[in-house]
């Protein structure tokens, strides 16, 4: 008999306003006992309407069925059939609008939780069965790839698997993308991708940190050197701005470079001397999950206030909402249809108030979305230390305007196409941010293996 509760079994969580004081984990993973509980809540739906939810098509039902039975090791080689990296997948996908957007128990009650129950296999799998992998039997060509995100580390794995020599060059002096610079560590703890890294180099994958492609090394010249294809996973990390006055003032962050302090630079440990302002209040500017990470952040840096300002109002937030509830269980302190205008500065240059409209929503335009207009006369001052621009951000223009050929569309991205993920050089494939724009972990690693399946049947054709 299933089980028929209305309501996912729940997963515990460190109390808010412990957690808002530290870099733990903020949820727990599921006991076997309350996965196999959860596992019951599913119906094995024939037609499977949840499995054309996730962009990398998880049996899911499959694996469910498997933890129902206490089969965790069966479920996680399901899972990992389709999946390189459930133990991300599983915390940060945001499966209320893929997988568990289209369970059928969500029609009457909470969705099956699907996504808790993928993150406990894969606990479970890196606690009891995480042999490395072994090395495949080489066939001596070299492929490059560039960037060492979710995407690039996808078709690093799978062109590894397929013998290939993969070196993978990365700008940062550590591996893992927006996995270890962005998300923080309450989210996703960098051990884990750690683990995802070291699995990497047990395939025999050459890892070059510190490799600024475009700088230290051209596409070109990596070509010249031997490296039959290339695969772009460079990601969109160059941060947009608003074009405010004082944008330039000391204790003005993009979230990128905040985030990127705070978390690959450790700014909140103290082995470590990473240079960050301590603030005592902060506003973050935006509404998407990167703002949410950096309001977060700010909160557990030891911030007094922190405000989150957005134009639009709650529902049209484009973060998950999870992060939003934990946000705000966090104490901050949202100001919905509040729009910045200025941030004024003291004589030292350092930035000491921030100046806002608020804003009115008009009638929906043709886009259906409604757009923010300012309330005359409306301005207002909040006095804030710092503030994090988390408006977006686009890819970075370093390899395109050093790899002649190599087209973008008129946000930056490259142009590829979309069965082969191939961009428009011959042996060149991108995929991941550096084409969608900012989009999401899983869809990036969809990319990366389908380029990696498509670099092989290119290498393969070359020598036919
Ligand atoms: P990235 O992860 O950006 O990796 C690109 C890598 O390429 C980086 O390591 C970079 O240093 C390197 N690189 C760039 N240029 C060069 C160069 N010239 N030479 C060498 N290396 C280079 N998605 C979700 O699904 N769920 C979430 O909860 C979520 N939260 C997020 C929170 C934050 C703060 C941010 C910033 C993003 C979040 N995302 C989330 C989005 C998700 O992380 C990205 O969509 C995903 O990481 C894109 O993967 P990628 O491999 O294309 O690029
Ligand atoms: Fe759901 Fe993401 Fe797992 Fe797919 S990869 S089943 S979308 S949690
Ligand atoms: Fe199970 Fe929901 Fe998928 Fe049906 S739709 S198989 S209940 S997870």
Not at 58 to 77: H, L, M, Q, S, T
Not at 107 to 135: C, M, Q, S, T
Request: aromatic letters at 6%.
């Amino acid at each position: 008999m299933p089980n028929m509760s209305l309501t996912k079994v729940p997963a515990e969580e460190q109390e808010p306003l412990v957690r808002n004081q530290n870099f733990l984990e903020v949820t727990m993973s599921y006991t076997p006992d309350q996965a196999v509980e959860e596992a019951r809540r599913c119906l094995s739906c024939k037609n499977k309407p949840c499995v054309a939810g996730c962009p990398v098509n998880v049996r899911i039902p499959e694996f469910i069925a498997k933890v129902a039975v206490g089969d965790f090791k069966a479920a996680y080689e399901i899972i990992s059939d389709t999946n390189a990296l459930p133990c991300v997948s599983g915390r940060v996908c945001p499966q209320e609008n893929q997988c568990e957007e289209r369970c059928v128990r969500g029609i009457k009650g909470e969705a099956v939780a699907i996504g808790r129950l993928e993150r406990f296999v894969a606990d479970w799998y890196l606690k009891h069965g995480n042999a490395l992998p072994e090395k495949p039997q080489p066939n001596g060509v070299k492929v490059a790839v560039v960037g060492s995100g979710p995407a690039g580390l996808t078709c690093a794995s799978d062109l590894a698997k397929r013998g290939y020599a993969v070196t993978v060059f990365e700008a940062f002096h550590t591996a893992g993308g927006v996995l270890v610079y962005g998300i923080p560590e309450f989210r996703l703890p960098k051990a884990i991708v750690q683990s995802e890294v070291d699995k990497l180099k047990a395939l025999g994958v050459d890892l070059r940190l510190d490799v600024v492609v475009g700088r230290t090394i051209t596409i070109d010249e990596l070509i010249e050197n031997g490296y039959e294809a290339v695969f772009i996973g460079s990601g969109a990390g160059l941060p947009m701005f608003m074009g405010i006055e004082g944008e330039n003032l000391a204790g003005v962050y993009s979230a990128n470079e905040y985030l990127t302090r705070v978390n690959l630079m450790k700014a909140y440990r103290n082995d470590h001397d990473t240079p960050l302002r301590h603030s005592r209040a902060v506003a973050v500017v935006g509404g998407g999950n990167v703002a949410m990470d950096a309001a977060r952040c700010a909160k557990r840096m030891g911030a007094e206030k922190v405000y989150l300002l957005y134009r639009r109002d709650e529902e049209e937030m484009p973060a998950r909402r999870e992060e939003v509830n934990h946000a705000k269980e966090e104490e901050i302190d949202f100001r919905l249809l509040t729009n910045p205008v200025r941030i004024l500065g003291n004589e030292k240059g350092q930035a000491c108030q921030i100046e806002c409209m608020r804003m009115r929503l008009q009638a929906p335009d043709e886009s259906g979305r409604r757009s923010p207009k300012a309330v005359p006369g409306s301005n207002f001052f909040l006095n804030v230390d710092t503030v994090i621009m988390a408006l977006g951000t686009s890819p970075n223009p370093l390899i395109r305007s050093t790899t002649p050929g190599l087209e973008t569309n008129r946000k930056g991205c490259l142009v590829v196409d979309e069965d082969t993920m191939r961009t428009t050089r011959e042996g060149v494939y991108a995929g991941g941010d550096a084409v969608t724009g900012a989009a999401t972990v899983i869809l990036a690693m969809g990319a990366g293996k389908k380029a990696a399946q498509a670099m092989d049947e290119y290498l393969r054709g070359k020598r036919a």
